[in-house]
């Protein structure tokens, strides 16, 4: 009866032992999250003078009457008032080109909660089979950078341009749903 007893406390006692450890993973991963929104609000207002400066700003009605703002540079760079996420990662990658190593692998370290909350919070008015699957194709190459940032220097940077690359497909995906809009 007394090993019954001795064996009830210590599975108790483990399960609590568990079940808290469990809750403070959740909780930590509560703090990163929590984290992550906040350096990407910090980095938006960081930015925020630089986006402005240059930058028109752009209104459209869409055809249930909703009227969306987004801005546009002279070289066509996008930045949207609802898609935070997406002006901070065009920002970010477009400043990484001109960077030194040591920079760009702070600066794409950075970019983690960005790029992997790019596709949850799209505008409605955004939201296409194929921006989806461009931005897919960006969180899987910025994993191979991620993934891969040990490597050799040159296949760093090859890897860094070829996120660049699938980058800029989303870009362009944008662009060419910006301009249906903008015919209808």
Known sequence: MKTIKKLTTVLAITGLLFTSCNQTK???VKDKMEETMENAKDKMDEIGDDISEGFQEMKMKLEDGTEVNYKVDSNGTLAFD????????????????NLDTDEVDKRIENLKGT???L???IPK???????KEDIKNVQKEYKNVIDN???????VKQNIEDLNEKFDDL?????????KYKKS
């Open 149 to 155: 940032k040990n490597d050799a220097a040159d296949k």
């Open 171 to 179: 870009r362009e995906e944008l662009n060419e749903i910006i301009a």
């Open 125 to 131: 008015w955004l939201q296409t089979d194929e921006v």
């Open 115 to 117: 790029i992997a909350e």
């Open 26 to 28: 959740k909780e930590k």
């Open 82 to 97: 609802d898609w935070n996420g997406f002006t901070i990662a065009n920002k970010e990658l477009k400043d990484i080109e």
């Open 119 to 121: 596709g949850n919070n």
